[in-house]
Structure formats: C-alpha cells, structure tokens
C-alpha cells in the first residue's frame, strides 16, 4: 500500500501552531490570490511563504563550497547544492575522500535523511552526512567516480563504471519528458570534432574499446536468475535470467517471414504426398487384387515416381533452409541474430 504524505507533520509542529496555519488557510479562502502575498500570516508556509523545517547541520567538507535557499551555510531549507569532490558517504569516501585531483563533483539534493525514522526525517539539529540510499532525491555530477556502486546498481553484462565521470539521478520518481523525442545513446559522437586524431575519448583521455556500449533496462536492479517450474510439459525447475536481450524488430520480422515460408513449404509436401496417394488409393480401390496387378503396378510405379520429386526433395531442401534458419536467426553468430547485441532488459 502506498504511504500517504502529510503536508503538515503533527510530529514536528505543535497542535497549535497546526491550527493557526489550518485556521489562515480557512481565513484567506475567498481572499483574491493578489491580495494573498500582502495579506499572509507570518511564517504560516501558505502561498510559498516561509514554513518551519528541522534545521541539519550537514557535515560539509573542508574544500567543498554549499548553496542553500538561503544562499548561506547550512540554511534553513533541507535543500543543497554542494560544489567540492567525489564523497557519496563519509568525508573519507569517494575519491576525494583519497584525495584525488580531478574528482570535481557537484551534488544537488533535496530531503537529506528523508527516510529517517520511518518517514518522520531527521530531528532538528541533526548532523548528517550524504546517504544515498536515504536522502529523497539527487542529482549528482561527478569527474572522477565510481557511479554504480555509489547508488548500488547491479552490475549487468556492462558492468560498473570505475574511476570514470558520471552522473546518477535519484528520487521515488524519475521522469524524462521530450515533446519530440528522446534518445538514449552510447558510444561515440557522431561527427564532433575535439581536434584529436583518435576521435572522441573518454574523460580520462582513453580511448573508447566498444563501438557500440550497451544499454540496459534493469527492473528491479536484479540480473540474477529465477527459478521457474517447468509445467506438465516440462516437468522439473528451471533456471531462467532476469536480463534478456531485447528482440531487434526488422530482424525478427524476417525471421517470421521466412518460418512462415518453411511451413508453406512443408504444407505443400504433405499435400502432395495426400495427392499421389490418394490416386494410388483410387487404383487400388477400382481393381480387383490380385487380378488385376498390372494395374497396380502402373499406379505404384507412378506414385514412386511423383514421390521424390514432389515429397522427398521438397522435404530434403526444408530441411536445409530450416537449419540456416536456425543459424541465421537464433544463433548468437548469425548475421540476423534476432537478439541484440548490446540492449538487454529484465
């Protein structure tokens, strides 16, 4: 079930300073909303005016600069933008925590300790230090980091980025929104000019191995393995994983497309096959055995004869495409392998 927020927290403002704000907002319900800025009570939080939050002293690093609401240290807003280096937890984690140069970082945050206290937040005049798992959103931006392992990202097929720049967006909800499309791409750029004869590198002046770096799609930040029962077909558990390659959809099609040819053609076989011996059926059936053998003879000589090139080459060269089907389609070498190489999901 999900959690309801309380806009006001009864645990945090006393009951009357709860029904002074409950009684403004009652107060100034059919005040024009021009009139409202002029005519708000003093540090009621109505109409974005000043509201009452747990003040946290934030354990600010001695090299790192903060940016409050109120422009000032450790303010009275749980809201920060802090310039300095890499640090996800302690003052001695990260890369600035070994102190690296290069590790630039800027951390936008929202909520520190959020979850603290099982929603409640932290209590006022808490020092606190960064919590990723904990705080209620971010958005960090780091030259020199370990991005996955900072916000506990399952590994995958790509593995976790080491000692590379990165940027992590967090919160209960995130949302990319483009009115005329988005993209999400990896690799190099297509056509930039840096001035460098390599191409584009990565932010430590690598060069960039993968042509095309792959993306995933991690539901649940589980690649692992599930067990599954096989049903009455099948009997018996079966380990299935998680994170599948997506199907490539022109490639797939075709795969269709020619299976759906396949079977036209054994179709057409086993029609054939219904056709010559239906007419060696009717011979049979019209003459009298063992009188008349030479008519049975004509009629198994002709059906012999219709049998390899109608049923038994049709069904040889099935075979075949069938198995270059196979190879084509489903086999990770294929030159049509329906999976794609570098996008997986779970």
């Known amino acids: 079930m999900r959690k309801k927020t309380k806009l006001i927290d009864d645990k945090f403002i006393n009951k009357s300073r709860k029904e002074f704000i409950d009684n403004a907002a009652k107060n100034f319900e059919g005040v024009a909303d021009k009139d409202w800025p002029n005519q708000m009570p003093f540090q009621s939080g109505l109409y974005n005016s000043d509201v009452p939050e747990p003040l946290l002293e934030f354990k600010l690093a001695p090299g790192a600069s903060l940016i409050d609401s109120q422009g000032i240290r450790n303010g009275k807003h749980n809201a920060f933008i802090i310039l300095g280096s890499d640090r996800p937890d302690s003052l001695k984690s990260g890369y600035g925590g070994k102190g690296a140069n ?17 929603g409640k937040g932290p209590k006022d005049g808490s020092h606190v230090d960064n919590m990723f798992g904990c705080d209620a959103a971010r958005v ?15 590994s995958g097929k790509i593995g976790s980025a080491m000692a590379r720049s990165g940027i992590g967006i967090k919160a209960d909800g995130v949302r990319i929104i483009g009115r005329e499309g988005v993209k999400i791409v990896t690799g190099k750029c297509d056509g930039c000019k840096y001035g460098f004869m390599k191409g584009e590198q990565n932010s430590l002046g690598g060069k960039i191995v993968r042509p095309a770096p792959g993306i995933e799609f991690l539901a649940g930040n589980n690649t692992g393995t599930r067990k599954v029962w096989g049903g009455f077909r099948k009997p018996g558990f079966e380990y299935i994983p998680y994170m599948q390659p997506v199907p490539l959809g022109f490639q797939t099609r075709d795969a269709f497309r020619e299976l759906s040819f396949l079977v036209d053609k054994l179709w057409a076989a ?44 049709p069904l040889y060269s099935m075979r075949t495409q069938k198995l270059e089907w196979e190879v084509n389609y489903l086999q990770p070498f294929g030159y049509k392998y329906i999976c794609s190489r570098n996008v997986r999901t779970t």
């Not at 290069?102 to 300790?113: P, Q, S």
């Not at 219904?274 to 198994?300: L, R």
């Open 140 to 154: 960090y931006i780091s030259q020199l980091t370990d991005i996955d392992n900072n916000f506990g990202l399952a």
């Open 102 to 118: 290069r590790a630039n970082t800027i951390d936008l945050v929202v909520g520190r300790m959020s979850c603290a206290r099982n």
């Open 270 to 313: 086993v029609f054939n096959f219904m056709f010559i011996q239906g007419i060696y059926n009717s011979i049979i059936g019209i003459t009298s055995w063992p009188f008349d053998s030479a008519s049975h003879g004509i009629g198994a000589s002709f059906a012999a004869a219709m049998f390899i090139p109608w049923v038994a080459e």
